[in-house]
């Protein structure tokens, strides 16, 4: 029987929107096919390709201070000609500060933050995820743009896979992702 979790989706046009997306490089494998679903998605959504920034951090506990460094980074951009860049703030590669600078003058509508935890045999897990979800919402809320929980908190190899799209029939959760990160895109600018 078909599961009866998830959301009733929305599709808004997302044309107007540039979208940050940071991700983690733990997991690889599991990281590769969620950002593939993520982006897909944006697209499909109408964001343009050079509207959307990709950047990277070694594991999901970066996440929260990338988030937030790219999201100043923005800013910064947006209100002067020669500010800091993400790059310099995240250590990033010259083809992220490339798609960057695309189009400066606008900060980001929304960041999708991405990362994928198993569970192993220590401690680490329970206290990363609690530190990266309690990090990700207190960066949204005090940045005032939407945050995207893009992190996988899984107890094994094969549940990460089947939130990946990776498994057959399995639904990549990527994809919703960057349906919310449209959704609330739009709906921050409506409302603010
Ligand atoms: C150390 C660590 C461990 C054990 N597991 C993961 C994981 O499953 N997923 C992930 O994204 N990162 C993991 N990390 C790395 C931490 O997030 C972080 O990058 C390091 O502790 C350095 O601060």
Redesign the pocket.
């Given at each position: 029987m078909a599961s009866i979790k998830g959301p009733t989706p929305q599709e808004h046009d997302g044309s107007a929107l540039r979208i940050g997306i940071v991700h983690?490089?733990?997991?690889t494998t599991i990281i590769e096919p969620l950002l593939k679903g993520t982006k897909d998605k944006l697209l499909a959504c109408g964001v343009k390709e050079s509207n959307i920034v990709v950047q990277s951090?070694?594991?999901?506990?970066?996440l929260p201070i990338a988030v937030k460094s790219l999201f100043s980074a923005s800013q910064v951009q947006a209100t002067s000609s020669g500010g800091t860049s993400a790059g310099d703030l995240l250590g990033s590669s010259t083809t992220d500060l490339a798609s960057l600078s695309t189009n400066p003058s606008t900060p980001f509508d929304a960041i999708i933050a991405i990362?994928?935890?198993?569970k192993?045999e220590?401690m680490?897990?329970e206290y990363?995820s609690d530190a990266?979800s309690q990090g990700l919402m207190r960066t949204q809320l005090d940045l005032g743009i939407p945050v995207i929980f893009g992190v996988l908190t899984v107890l094994s190899d094969e549940q990460a896979k089947a939130r990946a799209g990776v498994l057959p029939g399995s639904h990549n959760h990527g994809e919703d992702w960057g349906l919310a990160a449209v959704e609330l895109g739009v709906k921050r600018g409506a409302w603010s």
């Open positions: 983690a490089r733990w997991n951090v070694p594991g999901s506990w970066e990362g994928v935890l198993i192993g220590t680490h897990f990363i990266v």
